[in-house]
């Protein structure tokens, strides 16, 4: 008789869950694809995406605080399969130097995989097939990482530092169509990226 030797359990973790949904993707051929994994001995891909994941779903406004709270889990990191928490200057390189196209194929993988599970509760009484809308927002983390832009505001005395994503929103499926990432640097008025 053999113990099986996955364990499943009731009080698994929502962030657990998430990464299990995520690697149902092939995520090896898209690190594979890119090569996104060439230059890191350690910090890896799929360490790269849980550190990341970590840091939006704990709403952590810095690298620093998204690391120190990976290594406030301590054992708890086994989980979602990591040996130990990253230290803030290798994620920051990472976060520089590593190509965002990894992510965006990661992305538009989960969207195919999942797609027949979003919610398409909104089309009811539709007349029309297709609703796009187009919304930004701006993203702070890395506002340490990214040189900061304007003249040093009176209150705080940080300048503005960070990106800025435009997202074409699918209203049927809830999911975005294009996803367009600058640096708050770039004047808007004269970004054609849209």
């Known amino acids: 008789m053999s113990k099986n030797k996955e364990i499943k359990y009731v009080g698994q973790p929502i962030f657990k869950q998430i990464i299990d949904l995520v690697e149902k993707v092939n995520i090896s051929s898209i690190i594979k694809t890119h090569e996104s994994d060439r230059y890191y001995k350690a910090f890896k891909s799929k360490t790269h995406l849980i550190t990341m994941l970590f840091g939006i779903l704990s709403r952590c406004d810095s690298m620093t605080e998204t690391c120190e709270g990976l290594r406030a889990m301590g054992g708890k ?40 599970f979003l919610s398409d509760s909104c089309t009811y009484g539709l007349t029309f097939k297709e609703v ?57 008025t004269y970004n054609n990226t849209l």
């Open 77 to 116: 990191l086994n989980h979602l399969g990591l040996e130990k928490a990253p230290a803030k200057s290798t994620a920051s390189d990472a976060l520089r130097n590593r190509d965002n196209r990894f992510f965006e194929d990661l992305y538009f993988a989960l969207v195919n995989k999942y797609k027949s």
């Open 132 to 188: 796009l809308l187009i919304d930004s927002t701006t993203i702070r983390l890395f506002s340490d990482i990214l040189k900061g832009v304007g003249r040093i505001p009176k209150g705080d005395g940080k300048k503005k530092g960070g990106l800025k994503v435009h997202t074409l929103i699918d209203v049927v499926q809830s999911v975005g169509r294009l996803i367009v990432i600058i640096i708050l640097k770039v004047n808007e």
